[in-house]
């Protein structure tokens, strides 16, 4: 099992920056990516940025350039540094970490984290 916790979201302007942090815990060895996504009310869980084992990161077309995430391993801690905040980057942000399982990847999920931008 993996426990994942976020922190950091909060309420910014638009042009604004928030930094997010997530800390795993459990099986995190076994992990073999991490990443955010984030979900408006009744809508999928949209990914936003995701980082691999090997460092290999991967966007959302609507926050390239703006948003950035890393991990500190010593820390089993990825974070997601976005700038440049718009509103419509509004939501629930939430970390995610896949491991593999017997049959199919393991999906773990956070307990989501509040992004308001504001205008």
């Known amino acids: 099992q993996v426990q994942l916790v976020e922190s950091g979201g909060g309420l910014v302007q638009a042009g604004g920056s928030l930094r997010l942090s997530c800390v795993a815990s459990?099986?995190?060895?076994?992990?073999?990516?991490m990443g955010w996504y984030r979900q408006a009310p009744g809508n999928e869980h949209e990914l936003v940025a995701l980082?691999?084992?090997?460092?290999?990161?991967n966007y959302a077309d609507s926050v390239k350039g703006r948003f950035t995430i890393s991990r500190d391993n010593a820390k089993n801690t990825v974070y997601l540094q976005m700038n440049s905040l718009k509103p419509e980057d509004t939501d629930v942000y939430y970390c995610?970490?896949?491991?593999?399982?017997?049959?199919?990847?393991?999906?773990?999920w956070g307990q989501g984290t509040q992004v308001t931008v504001s205008s």
């Open positions: 459990g099986r995190v060895f076994s992990i073999s990516s």
């Open positions: 980082i691999t084992r090997d460092d290999s990161t």
């Open positions: 995610h970490a896949r491991a593999p399982g017997d049959y199919r990847p393991v999906d773990y």
